[in-house]
């Protein structure tokens, strides 16, 4: 009877695993077909500004309506896009989507800082497709958007690449910002940012999960504000879902807050009904 029970129990392990293997599947195949952006759409979340208390900025965060599975978190399905490369195409297709709804904003009479969240592997050379400077250029001049007004996320991971980092200051160069995301959730070497050229740091949301409770974490982040000012960089705190992590935060003199105590990822048409700051 044991064997019985142990043979089940490989069976149904079996069985998720081939489920999961499926699903995997149908997102890759997905992915490939959808590449162009079909499906796929953009959601803006503000960034305040913690101080004068008014929407500064906003970051394009991508969204996916899978044929079969439905709507798919982009923490899904990215890193399949990554592993199969899709996510030049579609990170092509969002750069330039995202700009055409900066370029509307415009016209409607708000001038909005745009984010981008980039992978690393959009900006390694590539000799099929055209480079995400080149992309940003070319909307920008096209569209007649300011390059200043534009920032580009990169996660943390992109510090220990020497490539990247030619890149990204190339990016720089040519007059666009680069923030560090998910600053802290990593191993992050501090000494990386003796170098780092990026205007904006990005603190981590599991920083200000329990900066309530944990006055350690709050010590930490207090740190990464002032060690941020001393490099003359930005700090923007990402996850705030309640006013006493706000307060906490507003203390420690971060400059930014993205959460959804102030809103959720919002749309394009939504974005505009909003209180800005030009
Ligand atoms: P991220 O860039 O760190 O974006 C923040 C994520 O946290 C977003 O999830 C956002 O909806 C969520 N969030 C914001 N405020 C709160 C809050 O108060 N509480 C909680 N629990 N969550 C909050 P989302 O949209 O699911 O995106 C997840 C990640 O997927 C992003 O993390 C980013 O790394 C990646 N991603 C999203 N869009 C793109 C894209 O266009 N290109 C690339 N390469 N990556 C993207
Ligand atoms: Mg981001
Ligand atoms: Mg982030
Ligand atoms: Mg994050």
Known sequence: REALRAGQRVGHFAQALRQRLARQRAIEDGLWFCRGGSGMSLLYQPKIDIRAGRV???EALLRWQHPELG???PAEFIPLA??????VPIGEWTLREALRQKCAWRQAGQDICLSLNVSPLQLQPNNCAPSVLEVLIEECDRLGLERGKIELELTEGVLTDPVIMQEMLRII??????AIDDFGREHSTLSLLADCPAHTLKIDKSFVDNVVENERQLAIVQFIVALARRLGMQTVVEGIEHLQQLVMLADAGCDYGQGYFYYRPLSGAQILDLRHQN
Request: proline share 0%; no cysteine; charged share 20%.
């Open 56 to 58: 500064f900025g906003v």
């Open 82 to 87: 990554e592993s199969t490369r899709t996510i």
């Open 173 to 178: 160069r040519a007059g666009f910002r680069v």
């Open 71 to 73: 709507a798919l978190s």
